[in-house]
C-alpha cells in the first residue's frame, strides 16, 4: 500500500474533526473546548530495541507534534508486569489516549480495564490486545505469514523440509505462524520439522536456530516470526555454511539489505509501522472528539519484498 505520509495525517486529522463534529452530541462549546484543551497521548511499546518500533515511536511524536499534543512512551521490554505498570503510571499523569503495543495480548487486560475504567480512549495497535479497547489497528498478519510460506514452497519447488522460528505469545505472531502453516499445507511435499521459540531476539534467535541445524542437518528453510530474529537465524545459518533458506516478515532495513544480495535471505513480508500508529492516534482522536463510533478494526495491507522488488523499500 501506499505510505501514510504527514500530508495524508494532516487530511486524515481533518476528516477525523468533520466526522467527530457530525457525530458528537456535545455543544459546540464544549466540543472547542475539548480540542483546545492540550492533549496527552501514551504509548507502550512492548519493546524499543527494534528499528521497526523506533520508526512508529518517530511518526507518533511527529503526528502529535501537529496536533500539539504530549507524548509519554514507556518500553515493557517483552515484561508484560512491567507494561501493565507502565499503564498504570500513565494513568495517574492523566493521559487521554492509551495506544497499545502489548507484550501479551491477554496478560494486559488488567491495564486495558483500569485504562477504560479511567476514561482513557484505548487503541490497540500492531498487537491485539484483550479488554474492552475501543479499536484495534495492526498488519494483516495472517497474510504475511501466507505470502512467506507460498514463496517459500514456490522456492522449494514443493517439496523439503523447513522449520518455524516462532515468538511471544501476542495475536500478530499467532497469526502469521497460522498464515505461514496454511501455505505450506497446500503443498504436501513441504514438511515442518521442528519449531522453536527464537523470542523475536537476534541472539536468542542465533542460538535457537544453530540448535535447529544441528538437530536437522537435512533442513531446507526457515520461517521467522520477525526479522529481528530472522537476522539472528542469517547469522546461524551463514556460519554453519548452510544452504537453508530463510523468509520472514518485518521490512527491516537490514533484512531487505540481506534479501537485495542474493544470499539465502530470500524475502520478507513487509509491514507499514507508521501508517499503523498514525492511523490508530486517528482512532482515539476521533473517539476523544466525539465520534460515537470508530471502526473496532482496521486491517493495514502488507507486502512481500523479495530481490526482484525490495530495492528503495524502506519504513
Keep these: 500500500m501506499k ?3 504527514k500530508q495524508m495525517f494532516a487530511l486524515l486529522l481533518a476528516c477525523i474533526m468533520l466526522v467527530a463534529a457530525g457525530c458528537s452530541n456535545q455543544s459546540s462549546s464544549a466540543a472547542g473546548e475539548n480540542k483546545a484543551k492540550k492533549i496527552k497521548i501514551g504509548m507502550s511499546f512492548q519493546e524499543m530495541n527494534n528499528p521497526y518500533f523506533i520508526s512508529m515511536k518517530e511518526a507518533l511524536e511527529d503526528a502529535a507534534k501537529e496536533i500539539g499534543a504530549e507524548v509519554v512512551i ?29 507484550t501479551d495480548s491477554k496478560g494486559v487486560e488488567s491495564a486495558v480495564v483500569a485504562a477504560k475504567k479511567a476514561g482513557v480512549i484505548v487503541v490497540a495497535v500492531d498487537a491485539q490486545a484483550s479488554g474492552p479497547i475501543d479499536s484495534f489497528v495492526g498488519s494483516k498478519n495472517y497474510d504475511a505469514g501466507y505470502l512467506a510460506g507460498k514463496k517459500m514452497a514456490e522456492d522449494l519447488g514443493g517439496k523439503g523440509k523447513v522449520a518455524i522460528l516462532d515468538g511471544i505469545p501476542v495475536v500478530p505472531i499467532l497469526e502469521r505462524v497460522k498464515g505461514f502453516k496454511a501455505a505450506i499445507a497446500e503443498n504436501p511435499g513441504i514438511e515442518i520439522v521442528n519449531t522453536q521459540n527464537g523470542k523475536q531476539d ?24 520477525n526479522d529481528e530474529g530472522a537476522l539472528g537465524s542469517l547469522g546461524a545459518i551463514e556460519a554453519a555454511s548452510k544452504n537453508v533458506s530463510l523468509y520472514s516478515v518485518d521490512g527491516h532495513p537490514e533484512a531487505i539489505k540481506a534479501i537485495l544480495k542474493g544470499g539465502v535471505f530470500k524475502a520478507t513480508t513487509a509491514q507499514y509501522p507508521r501508517d499503523q500508529v498514525r492511523i490508530g492516534l486517528g ?4 473517539k476523544l472528539w466525539g465520534a460515537k463510533v470508530v471502526p473496532k478494526e482496521v486491517p493495514i495491507d502488507v507486502k512481500l519484498q523479495t530481490k526482484e522488488n525490495a530495492k528503495g ?3
Design 74 to 102: 514507556a518500553d515493557a521490554q517483552h515484561d508484560v508486569s512491567k507494561q501493565i505498570n507502565d499503564i498504570d503510571d500513565m494513568i495517574q499523569k492523566k493521559i487521554d489516549i492509551l495506544l497499545i503495543n502489548p
Design 313 to 315: 523499500f524502506s519504513w
Design 283 to 286: 482512532m482515539a482522536l476521533s
Design 202 to 225: 537476534r541472539a536468542e534467535a542465533m542460538k535457537v536456530t544453530e540448535n535447529m541445524l544441528q538437530a536437522n542437518p537435512d533442513l531446507n528453510a526457515i520461517f521467522s516470526v
Design 3 to 5: 505510505r501514510l505520509s
